[in-house]
């Protein structure tokens, strides 16, 4: 139907002074009063579709640039294997990865120290050190801040990266900043905009990412607060800067293409705007980082 209606429309209109008759105006008034969607067959294309295509040529191009040029990377390890050595971590806590490399050669299985080694750190470890860590979190939040980075795909296949720092207290964004290159000195001048002056923040939790060197931890000290920094390969260790980056990709970025630098920057201004005034937490009794007032009026809705 969509198809047909947008051919007669091209074929009743081949020029562009073409003049509107009583007929075509019947039509379309017709059309208007008995059929309500049809708007929607006049459009080719939806934002979604636009968005889904864009995020699929992302994908291609940056896995066609990264393909290798020959086979590469080691064999997959075996489940069993994997299996076998997560049962010698637990029931051997002492063991290193050179007694589980002998144990296994004995048992006939041919891997290397390494592949054990890379295999023992993704072992179930004891839920203590987990427990204390979200202990930590909830007794301190007043004094915990958070900074992350999220990465953003432009139109042109482009990648930004978007710097926050969040308050655990009240999910709070401090500050926001969008760049191409991450590099250690521009986040410690993101910092220095972030805690302008003495900050309330004792804490500020980040990961280990190469980008932060050694001079971040450092310009964090020289602001008065202690940085914390997370295991490796543990994001959930930094939850709260990870739960604002899902809220705002599927908020925000799942649905627009962000055009360059200026054009994110902006979207993420309103975003965050939206996000202190207007929508509601569950972590803080579906209230809003500002504490809006409810409404006291009462009564039907129409």
Known sequence: MRGSLQHAIVKSYP???????LLDKLFWVAVRRFWSGWKQSLIVVTPETVVRWHRAGFSLYWRLISRPRMQVGRRPTSKEVRELIFKMVAENPTWGAPRIHGELLMLGFNLSERTISRWMKRAPRDPQPAQRWLAFLRNHREAIAAMDFFAAPTITFGVLYCFFVINHDRR???HFNVTKHPTSSRIVQQLREAFPF?????FLVFDRDAKYGREVPLAVRSLKMSPVRTSFESPWQNGVAERWVESCRRDLLD???AV?????RRLLFEY???YHEDRTHLGLGKGTPICRTPSRSSGRLR
Do not use: A, K
Request: glycine fraction near 8%; charged fraction near 25%.
């Open 255 to 257: 649905h627009v293409i």
């Open 260 to 264: 360059n630098e200026r054009h994110l």
């Open 272 to 274: 965050v705007r939206y």
């Open 172 to 174: 709070r964004i401090l």
């Open 198 to 202: 003495e900050s309330t923040s004792r």
């Open 15 to 21: 020029g562009h002074h073409t003049r509107i008759g």
